[in-house]
C-alpha cells in the first residue's frame, strides 16, 4: 500500500503534532528539546541461515524514545519498508501513546526490514531468535518491552521470550517472561491481548456515537486493513450491528453491500495470509473504497494512508485511526475543511499497549486475570482518556490530535519538572 512519494518523513510529521501541542502548552523549551530526539537508536546486522542452506543478512532496529514514566515500551515491525525515520516516528508516538492513557511506561518501536510473507516459520523463527539475540540486554522486563506489530503476532512473541529466558542468566527465569508481550496464554499472555487493539477503537467508536446521537445497529464501516487491528475492529462492531461494507489491504480492496462476515474473512486471512481471493465480495480500485459512502471508516493498515487526495473522496461520518498515523497532515487539513472528525491514533489504538501493561503486571505478580476483569479495566481507561482528550479539545478550540498530544506533554512535562535534570 503506498500512496506516491512521501511529502516529509513520519518522524518530522510526529514532530510537527509535538511543535504543536508545545504551543498550547507553553512548555520550557529544554524539554520540547529533550522529547525532540530518541534517547537511543540501535541498529543491529545479523546472519541468518535460511532452508537452502544459504546465509542472509538483516537489518533491524530498536528506538528507545523515551523512558522518565517507565521502562520503555512498544511493538516490533517486520515490513521491507521499515525504516529508521518510520520507526523513530512510530517509538515517539508510544512514549505519548503511554502518556496519555497514564500507564507507567516510556516509548520505543523495533524492527526488522524484510517481507516476513517470503519466509518459511522455520525462516522466520530463526529471524527472530537471531535478532533477539543481538538485541541481548538491550530489552528486559524492567528496561525494555517489546510486544507485536505490523508482520509480528504472539508466536513472535513467545520465540522472542524464550530466545531471551535461555540466553539470560540462569536463576529467576518465570520472572523474565515479562520481557514481551502479547504473548500467547499459555506462554503467560493475557486474556483479551489479541483483540485488545480492536476493543479499544470500538470502546473509542462507541463513546463518540452516544454524544453524536449515531445508533450504532444499522450503521456500515469500511476497514482499511484485515490483519489484527482491523478484522478485530469489523467482528466487534458486528457484534454492535455495524456491518463492514468494504475493506481492502495490500494485495487489494473488496466490497459487499451486504456486509462480510468479519469472523470467515479474518478465519480467510489468517489462511492465506490476505485477502485475496476471497470470494464473497466484488472487486474494486483502491479508489473506489475511498469513495464508498459509510458511516466509519477504520484505517487499520500502515501509515500515510490519507493524503488530501484520499480525504476529498471519503464519504464518511467518522474516522477511528486503527493504525499508527494513517493520516497525514495535508490529508488531515482537508478532512477539517470539510467537517470529518477524527479520532487520533494514540487515543484509538491504545487498547493494545494498555493491555500490555495489565499482561506484564500479571506477569511480574504471577497473576492471571479472567478476561471479563481485563475488559472492565480497559474499559475504565479508554473512557477515562477519550473523555479528557474531548474535553480538553473543546475547551482549547483544538482538534482531539493535538489535545491527546498536548495532555501526553503536561504529563511528561511535569515528570521532567518533578525530577530536574541530571546533574
Ligand atoms: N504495537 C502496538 C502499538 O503500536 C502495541 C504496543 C505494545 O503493546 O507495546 O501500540
Known amino acids: 500500500m503506498s500512496i506516491g512519494p512521501r511529502a516529509r518523513g513520519f518522524f518530522e510529521v510526529v514532530q510537527g503534532y509535538i511543535e504543536r501541542a508545545a504551543e498550547l502548552t507553553r512548555l520550557p523549551s529544554h524539554i520540547k528539546d529533550i522529547l525532540a530526539q530518541p534517547k537511543n ?24 524514545h523515551n523512558n522518565i514514566m517507565g521502562p520503555y515500551k512498544g511493538g516490533v515491525r517486520y515490513h521491507h519498508q521499515v525504516s529508521l525515520d518510520e520507526l523513530k516516528g512510530l517509538a515517539t508516538q508510544m512514549t505519548w501513546k503511554c502518556a496519555l492513557l497514564g500507564i507507567p511506561f516510556g516509548g520505543a518501536k523495533g524492527g526488522i526490514k524484510f517481507n516476513p510473507r517470503e519466509h518459511s516459520v522455520d525462516e522466520l523463527r530463526r529471524i527472530t531468535r537471531r535478532f533477539t539475540h543481538a538485541l541481548g540486554n538491550n530489552i528486559g522486563p524492567a528496561h525494555d518491552i517489546p510486544a507485536p506489530d505490523v508482520g509480528t503476532n504472539a508466536q513472535t512473541m513467545v520465540w522472542m521470550m524464550d530466545t531471551y529466558i535461555n540466553t539470560g542468566s540462569t536463576y529467576e527465569k518465570n520472572d523474565q517472561r515479562a520481557v514481551v508481550t502479547g504473548k500467547t496464554i499459555n506462554a ?10 480492536g476493543q479499544g477503537v470500538v470502546y473509542c467508536i462507541k463513546e463518540w456515537a452516544r454524544e453524536a446521537r449515531l445508533d450504532l445497529e444499522g450503521s456500515t464501516a469500511i476497514v482499511q486493513g484485515f490483519g489484527n487491528v482491523g478484522s478485530n475492529t469489523a467482528l466487534l462492531l458486528a457484534k454492535l450491528g455495524v456491518s463492514t461494507i468494504a475493506t481492502g489491504d495490500h494485495t487489494g480492496y473488496l466490497r459487499n453491500e451486504e456486509g462480510f462476515n468479519a469472523h470467515k474473512l479474518q478465519e480467510y486471512v489468517r489462511t492465506h495470509g490476505s485477502i485475496e481471493g476471497y470470494p464473497r465480495g466484488e472487486q474494486i480500485t483502491r479508489e473506489e473504497f475511498f469513495e464508498t459512502k459509510a458511516d466509519l471508516f477504520i484505517p487499520a493498515a500502515l501509515e500515510n494512508q490519507v493524503g488530501a487526495s484520499e480525504a476529498i473522496k471519503l464519504d464518511v461520518r467518522l474516522i477511528a485511526e486503527g493504525a499508527n498515523g494513517p493520516i497525514n497532515p495535508e490529508g488531515e487539513a482537508v ?37 471479563e476483569e481485563v475488559q472492565r479495566k480497559l474499559l475504565h481507561m479508554m ?5 479528557r482528550t474531548m474535553f480538553y479539545a473543546a475547551e482549547k478550540k483544538v482538534n482531539p490530535r493535538v489535545a491527546a498530544y498536548a495532555l501526553a506533554l503536561e504529563s511528561l512535562a511535569t515528570s521532567y519538572d518533578e525530577r530536574g535534570i541530571f546533574p
Open 335 to 371: 478532512l477539517a475543511d470539510r467537517g470529518i472528525p477524527v479520532i487520533p491514533d494514540i487515543l484509538a489504538n491504545s487498547g493494545g499497549v494498555t493491555v500490555s501493561y495489565y499482561e506484564w503486571v500479571q506477569n511480574r505478580n504471577s497473576e492471571h486475570w479472567d478476561a
Open 41 to 64: 537508536e540501535l541498529i543491529v546486522n545479523f546472519p541468518v541461515r535460511m532452508d537452502d542452506g544459504s546465509l542472509r543478512v538483516f537489518k533491524g532496529y530498536r528506538i528507545q
Open 383 to 387: 473512557r477515562r482518556a477519550y473523555q
Open 188 to 197: 503467560g499472555g493475557s486474556e483479551g491481548r489479541e483483540q485488545a487493539t
